[in-house]
């Protein structure tokens, strides 16, 4: 089996065409095949290096690795068609030679006067055909006076062109609505259904899997596989992914690239979990998304294990952010918490915090990332539920009209003084060393359950709510205790939080 992805430089990768990529790298991983990347950049004014770049480095970034390609090379190469144009000038000749092919001489704005007419008679917009009568000698010395023509296709009359896909069932389509198409043009560029028959044949391409925006230029590459003595591949087109209207997902939509949802701080074995469930299930027919559990949770090596064209589903998958942000959340919580705190680094610069940790400063924040996984959707938002270890200012928390009437009363008052006083002799404190501190606090003042932890809580995080206070409390007293080198801000400690609070509620 030999399966390709073929993207064209012209943009950022899809998530829609990222889900392409994916389902040909599980077919290939999981039936021992041959993954080939192909880039398609025979649009001049559009492709660019930089495109070409970040294509491979968001498929790389989402785990998917191939077997040939432009930069891992081949026996089939190169694996660039503006480095093939050889290649398909050869087949172009050999299909003019034997009559499946004829130069046109139609200039762009006649055949778009041809189309006008044809839709406002409702008519298939197909190419009239008018230079196809012309004999070869007429075309010759046309070019040898200086025109520079396209070469079309000559498309059969009177045939059916019938194909198996795998995923949809036969496909018939007549072949006097198809036209005949341009397959070289004037400029000497090769179009797509040209080409991609060309590298896919040559390629040895066992199995074409691609979206069903395809399934109308399938016939005239069939028709082109057996004009050139090709045999086709398999075919199986893909249903669209749609956003949340069921229109097609676009930006109206937000995000559409891998590399905004990377951006945002997705992981990439979420984003490849969630896209492999849009339109397939590894547990029966295609499905349009992920279930409400975990049973299709599943690392990308399970899903190429069970993956199948079979249970690709016929209708259209629903890209849903909100269950995508559920997938997240799950392996948010899975994660190790030292690579899940690298990760974040950038996020915590664009917040405002700038982070240059070590070793040791990475392993604080690892040990406090518990407080953020369990309650974020993405690592952008991890810094906002961090920030209550680099944030503290009591005369701001005090500032909030119903803080600050809320600790001017008696019981608050008496619990955020007996703190102050219990912590100004007590070492940092670890979890088993706060809750000996609150015991010590419930004691003095009689105060227990809300009354008691939401004053502490006020007084030590500046916030009225947030982590869980054995979380978080060890947290700002190990960072308090961090060295200056090890690249995280300083960190206000417990002891220091609790006396200025009190100092700031007497003056306010």
């Known amino acids: 089996m030999r399966v390709r992805f073929a993207p064209s430089p012209t943009g950022h990768l899809h998530v829609g065409n990222a889900r392409t990529a994916l389902f040909n790298w599980l077919l290939a991983r999981g039936h021992g095949g041959t993954l080939i990347l192909r880039i398609e950049d025979t649009d001049v004014e559009r492709s660019t290096q930089e495109s070409e770049a970040a294509i491979l480095r968001d498929l790389r970034w989402l785990g998917l690795n191939w077997d040939e390609g432009p930069d891992v090379g081949g026996a089939r190469g190169p694996y660039r068609q503006s480095e093939r144009l050889n290649l398909y000038a050869s087949y172009a000749q050999e299909l003019l030679a034997a009559g499946h092919a004829y130069y046109c001489f139609c200039s762009i704005a006649q055949l778009d006067t041809e189309r006008q007419s044809a839709l406002a008679e409702g008519r298939p917009a197909r190419y009239a055909g008018t230079c196809r009568r012309l004999s070869r000698e007429q075309a010759d010395a046309r070019i040898a006076s200086g025109e520079r023509p396209a070469i079309r296709f000559r498309v059969p009359e009177d045939r059916d062109v019938v194909f198996e896909d795998v995923v949809r069932g036969d496909v018939r389509f007549q072949t006097d609505v198809i036209g005949d198409p341009v397959i070289v043009r004037a400029d000497g560029h090769p179009a797509y259904n040209f080409a991609v028959v060309v590298d896919d044949a040559l390629m040895e391409v066992t199995h074409v899997v691609r979206g069903e925006d395809h399934i109308s230029n399938t016939p005239r590459q069939v028709l082109l596989y057996e004009a050139l003595g090709f045999t086709p591949p398999f075919f199986a087109h893909l249903a669209l992914v749609m ?4 229109s097609p997902l676009s930006k109206r939509h937000g995000a559409t690239s891998v590399a905004e949802f990377r951006a945002k701080g997705y992981l990439p074995e979420a984003l490849v979990n969630y896209l492999a469930l849009i339109g397939w299930s590894p547990r029966g027919a295609g499905a349009a998304g992920p279930s409400d559990d975990n049973t299709e949770l599943l690392p990308i090596d399970e899903l190429a294990r069970r993956f199948s064209l079979e249970r690709v589903g016929h209708s259209a998958g ?23 705190a690298t990760l974040a680094v950038p996020f915590f ?5 700038r982070l240059s940790p070590d070793a040791r400063g990475l392993e604080f924040l690892a040990s406090a990332m518990s407080m953020a996984t369990s309650s974020v959707d993405r690592l952008d938002q991890v810094p906002a539920r961090l920030a209550l270890l680099f944030e503290y200012a009591p005369e701001t928390t005090l500032g909030d009209g119903q803080v600050r009437r809320e600790m001017r009363e008696d019981g608050p008052r008496a619990v955020v003084r007996a703190l102050a006083e219990a912590l100004a002799t ?16 419930k004691a003095r003042t009689g105060q227990k359950g809300k009354a008691l932890f939401h004053p502490i809580r006020v007084a030590l995080t500046g916030r009225a709510e947030g982590p869980e206070l054995d979380l978080a409390i060890p947290a700002i007293d190990g960072g308090a205790d961090l060295p200056a080198g090890a690249g995280i801000p300083r960190i206000v400690g417990c002891r220091e939080r609790a006396a200025a609070f009190v100092r700031a509620l007497e003056t306010c």
Do not use: C, M, S, T
């Open 349 to 353: 610069a664009a917040a405002g915090v």
């Open 426 to 441: 007590a070492p940092r404190l670890d979890r088993e060393r706060f809750r000996a501190v609150a015991g010590e606090v």
């Open 243 to 246: 956003g949340p209207d069921h």
């Open 318 to 340: 629903v890209f849903d952010e909100e269950k995508l942000a559920w997938v997240n959340r799950h392996y948010l919580k899975i994660a190790d918490p030292i690579r899940i």
